[in-house]
């Protein structure tokens, strides 16, 4: 999540989730609200949650991403299937060894 709007405008980031799951119990407690993607609102069956489509937004480039460590040749079947499908030129993936594992949270801005 950016830190500041287009105008500089901080927007405060006040909860941790650290799965998508986390973040719909924010959102199901009335602690937060959250921008999603159209995919991952079709995995939202919740009669607790309302989703609004954002429909004047550019498109979003998304991509894979895997750990280092566990690359192997189904990860590498998918990522050269979504290459041959997108018309976007895409980085090869990293030769370097792995990055020694670390936990990251979704930080998603405070409900007004």
């Known amino acids: ?12 980031q006040t909860r941790d989730a650290r799965s998508i799951h986390e973040i719909w119990a924010l ?7 959250h921008p ?3 995919s ?9 949650i309302a989703l609004v489509p954002i429909t ?4 979003i480039r998304l991509g894979l991403i895997w750990r ?5 040749a189904r990860i590498r079947a998918l990522a050269t299937t979504a290459r ?5 030129t895409h980085p090869k993936p990293s030769s370097r060894p792995a990055a020694p594992p670390h936990q990251t949270a979704h930080h998603s801005p405070a409900a007004p």
């Open 1 to 12: 999540m950016p830190t500041n709007t287009p105008s500089g405008k901080p927007i405060p």
């Open 27 to 33: 959102v199901a407690r009335g602690l937060i609200v």
């Open 36 to 38: 999603t993607v159209a």
């Open 40 to 48: 991952t609102a079709q995995l939202l069956r919740r009669d607790d």
């Open 56 to 59: 004047d937004l550019p498109p």
């Open 68 to 72: 280092n460590a566990c690359y192997n």
């Open 84 to 88: 041959s499908i997108s018309p976007a």
